[in-house]
């Protein structure tokens, strides 16, 4: 829960808590427009999780919108690659240099690639021999979940 400190008790209410979380806040004329997170009056009480996850809800709020923008605009790209594809194929065009932009057209081709846990499995000493270990920076990984793609 987000407490303020300045506060202890809505004088019209006797809610106990920021503004930003009151039920009655839509037509409250003492509501407190200030975002809990960056007012620094507000407390935040509860587990690490609900504590963190009360401070960082407008930041995930705003990744989730970017990420619905951004995979609606990866999704337009998509088409219009293909039907740039198809264009270039229909003409036999390979490569158009542009002044806005560079297009190469790469054919359809095969490749060769190792099958790991086969290798691993069959042959481990090759396996150990050939593997190379490397450090990974850690990050934040994000995921929209299915409901909120749209």
């Known amino acids: 829960m987000i407490k303020c400190q300045i506060m202890d008790a809505c004088e019209k209410n006797g809610f106990e808590g920021c503004c930003e979380s009151c039920p009655d806040k839509d037509g409250c004329d003492l509501v407190c427009t200030d975002k809990s997170n960056t007012c ?4 935040f009480e509860g587990t690490t999780l609900e504590v963190f996850q009360t401070k960082a809800m407008v930041i995930m709020n705003g990744i989730a919108d970017v990420m619905k923008q951004k995979a609606a605009i990866e999704e337009n790209e998509k088409a219009m690659r293909m039907q740039l594809v198809a264009a270039m ?5 390979t490569k158009v240099d542009h002044e806005i932009l560079k297009i190469n ?3 359809p081709t095969t490749k060769t690639s190792i099958d790991s846990k086969k290798l691993k499995e069959t042959y481990p000493h090759i396996y150990d021999e050939c593997s190379k270990i490397s450090n990974v920076k850690g990050y934040v990984k994000i995921e929209l979940k299915k409901e909120n793609k749209q």
Do not use: P, Q
């Open 40 to 43: 620094g009056n507000a407390t």
């Open 89 to 93: 194929e229909e003409h036999d065009i």
């Open 105 to 107: 057209y790469i054919k």
